[in-house]
């Protein structure tokens, strides 16, 4: 595997269900993002992590919840999402946190029902 | 409010019809200006990183230009596989965060 690797591709969860969202990183960086990206919005940034420490927290729903175990990987732990939740969520991570090169991983794309 | 703004929302060109896209911005202290390209069921590609104004960047048929207002991504003689939403994002001096704009949906049509 090479890059950022993201699963799953696909999710279709009802409101009260539980999952969980993992992206992978093969590229020897230290800071990793989760983002949610509507259709025709800005990218909004969730979650930063640098040296597996959280360093951010946009205002978001406890309802998402963030785990990064090692600087390699990052999972999104989801339970009693809204259908306004439906969203490609992105992972990306760069070489440092201020670094400007951000890579992504391909998505989930998450459909609450 | 700092904020980024790409304009037009999608373009459709013919082949080999040269255009540009727009990514106006209002950032206190800009650090860079970036574009990324994104392909339908992927996540946002890199392309290019400007960081003052004047300031130009070249890939194939893409370049990337830099004012004190705006950038701008001239595309030159287009093919179908420059389809693709561009977007483009901003760096605060103040902010590692980065500020995006919503896109602009190009389509190229052979």
């Known amino acids: 595997e090479t890059g950022v690797t993201q699963t799953p591709r696909h999710l279709v969860m009802g409101m009260t269900n539980k999952k969980s969202l993992k992206c992978e990183q093969h590229?020897?960086?230290?800071?990793m993002y989760w983002y949610k990206q509507s259709a025709k919005k800005p990218l909004e940034l969730m979650f930063v992590?640098?040296?597996?420490?959280?360093?951010e927290n946009n205002s978001v729903p406890s309802r998402f919840s963030p785990e990064c175990p090692n600087s390699s990987h990052l999972f999104l732990h989801l339970h009693t999402l809204q259908p306004e939740d439906s969203a490609l969520y992105l992972c990306?991570?760069?070489?440092?946190?201020?670094?400007?090169?951000?890579?992504f991983g391909p998505g989930t794309r998450l459909t609450v029902t | 409010e700092d904020q980024v703004t790409q304009s037009p929302e999608a373009l459709r060109l013919q082949e080999g019809e040269s255009s540009s896209l727009n990514c106006s911005y209002t950032v206190s202290g800009l650090r860079g200006l970036f574009w990324y390209r994104q392909d339908p069921g992927k996540g946002p590609e890199f392309l290019f990183t400007l960081y003052s104004a004047g300031e130009e960047k070249e890939k194939e048929r893409l370049k990337a230009t830099l004012t004190k207002k705006e950038s701008f991504l001239h595309i030159t003689a287009p093919k179908p596989e420059d389809s693709a939403t561009y977007l483009c994002a901003a760096r605060m001096d103040s902010n590692y965060q980065l500020i995006w704009g919503a896109g602009t949906k190009l389509i190229i049509k052979p």
């Open positions: 992590y640098s040296l597996e420490e959280r360093v």
């Open positions: 990306a991570s760069s070489q440092g946190i201020g670094s400007y090169e951000q890579y």
């Open positions: 590229l020897g960086h230290n800071a």
